[in-house]
C-alpha cells in the first residue's frame, strides 16, 4: 500500500519561506510522477507544481518562487516556497501518479500580509 505523508506547513509572513515535504513508503518514488496541488478555502483542488522524472512544471503565478524536487534516496518530494503570498495561502497535498494516483492527507499553509 502507497502511504504519502507531507508535512512542512505552517503560519508564515508574507515574503517568508517555507519546504514542504512530501515521503512515500509502499513504493519507490521513482516510479510515479509527483505533482503539488493546493486548494483554498472555498475553492477547489488544484495543480501548483509536478516533477517527471527530471522535467519540472510550476502554474505561472508561482514561477521563479517555488522550487519541487525529488530526492530518490530518502523517497520524499519536496516543494520549496519563497517570496510567499497571502494568496498562496491552502491545504497543498502531494500526490504520486502512475497506474494508480495516490494523495498525501494535506499540509496547511497560511501566508499572513
Known amino acids: 500500500q502507497v502511504r504519502l505523508v507531507e508535512s512542512g506547513g505552517g503560519l508564515v509572513e508574507a515574503g517568508g519561506s517555507l519546504r514542504l515535504s512530501c515521503e512515500v513508503s509502499?513504493?519507490?518514488?521513482?516510479?510515479?510522477?509527483m505533482g503539488w496541488y493546493r486548494q483554498a478555502p472555498g475553492e477547489g483542488r488544484a495543480f501548483v507544481a509536478g516533477i517527471n522524472p527530471s522535467d519540472t512544471y510550476y502554474i505561472d503565478s508561482v514561477k521563479g518562487r517555488f522550487t519541487v524536487s525529488v530526492d530518490t534516496a530518502k523517497n520524499t518530494a519536496y516543494l520549496q516556497m519563497n517570496n510567499l503570498k497571502p494568496e498562496d495561502t491552502a491545504v497543498y497535498y502531494c500526490t504520486a501518479g502512475g497506474l494508480t494516483d495516490y494523495w498525501g492527507q494535506g499540509t496547511q499553509v497560511t501566508v499572513s500580509s
Open positions: 509502499g513504493g519507490s518514488i521513482s516510479n510515479y510522477r
